[in-house]
T-cell receptor, first 117, second 117 residues
Framework: AQKITQTQPGMFVQEKEAVTLDCTYD???????LFWYKQPSSGEMIFLIY??????QNATEGRYSLNFQKARKSANLVISASQLGDSAMYFC??????????????FGTGTRLTIIP | DVKVTQSSRYLVKRTGEKVFLECVQD?????MFWYRQDPGLGLRLIYF???????EKGDIPEGYSVSREKKERFSLILESASTNQTSMYLC????????????????FGAGTRLSVL
């Protein structure tokens, strides 16, 4: 079963509008972390925002916020006032402990966001 | 500034060749990771290392091996390259958490696009 699901392969959004990228996850562990990464056409993965499973408040980093709904197992990324430079692939990821007790990330399949001028 | 360097951006190899992909980090991180990225599949973990000479299989280790002789360097080895190993390969590193999951951001290199002909 997929642990991280991103149901939007591609999205087109008008510049300056807000955009929500969906992410749902599946885990039975009480302790986990949720990450969002951005991958521009250059290829490098850029960390955007993090939410811990015990965090009471939604994480925010500048124009990025994470809409964390624990009961629904959802961790959507919200980008306010989108800009042309936001055009990129966006990946949701969840941290978990491996069978040998080491931390690793599992990634979703990504959403390609295109901002239209 | 955080730096993860992959030795090549582009690589073309022949079927059956032994291929080495090198990754170096300068952040004194304990953990290092190798992923491959394919369209529609997101990032999939091949192997990771949580200490020098220590390694753990990821989700798709078949056809690959790794080496970590020094803390800053993590090598991915394709023993006998095949066409189905044509992909983008991403290296990452992070701190280690000994007390359960923490906000251990993974920092990525720019990626190596490998073509096996």
């Amino acid at each position: 079963a997929q642990k991280i699901t991103q149901t939007q392969p591609g999205m087109f959004v008008q510049e300056k509008e807000a955009v929500t990228l969906d992410c749902t996850y599946d885990t039975s562990d009480p302790s986990y972390g949720l990450f969002w990464y951005k991958q521009p056409s250059s290829g490098e993965m850029i960390f955007l925002i993090y939410q811990g499973s015990y965090d009471q408040q939604n994480a925010t980093e500048g124009r990025y916020s994470l809409n964390f709904q624990k009961a629904r197992k959802s961790a959507n990324l919200v980008i306010s006032a989108s800009q042309l430079g936001d055009s990129a692939m966006y990946f949701c990821a969840m941290s978990e402990i491996s069978n040998f007790g080491n931390e690793k990330l599992t990634f979703g399949t990504g959403t390609r966001l295109t901002i239209i001028p | 500034d955080v730096k993860v360097t992959q030795s090549s951006r582009y690589l073309v190899k022949r079927t059956g060749e032994k291929v080495f992909l090198e990754c170096v980090q300068d952040m004194d991180h304990e953990n290092m990771f190798w992923y491959r990225q394919d369209p529609g599949l997101g990032l999939r973990l091949i192997y990771f290392s949580y200490d020098v000479k220590m390694k753990e299989k990821g989700d798709i280790p078949e056809g690959y091996s790794v080496s970590r002789e020094k803390k800053e360097r993590f090598s991915l080895i394709l023993e006998s390259a095949s066409t189905n190993q044509t992909s983008m390969y991403l290296c990452a590193s992070s701190l280690s958490s000994r007390d359960g999951l923490a906000k251990n951001i993974q920092y990525f290199g720019a990626g190596t696009r490998l073509s096996v002909l």
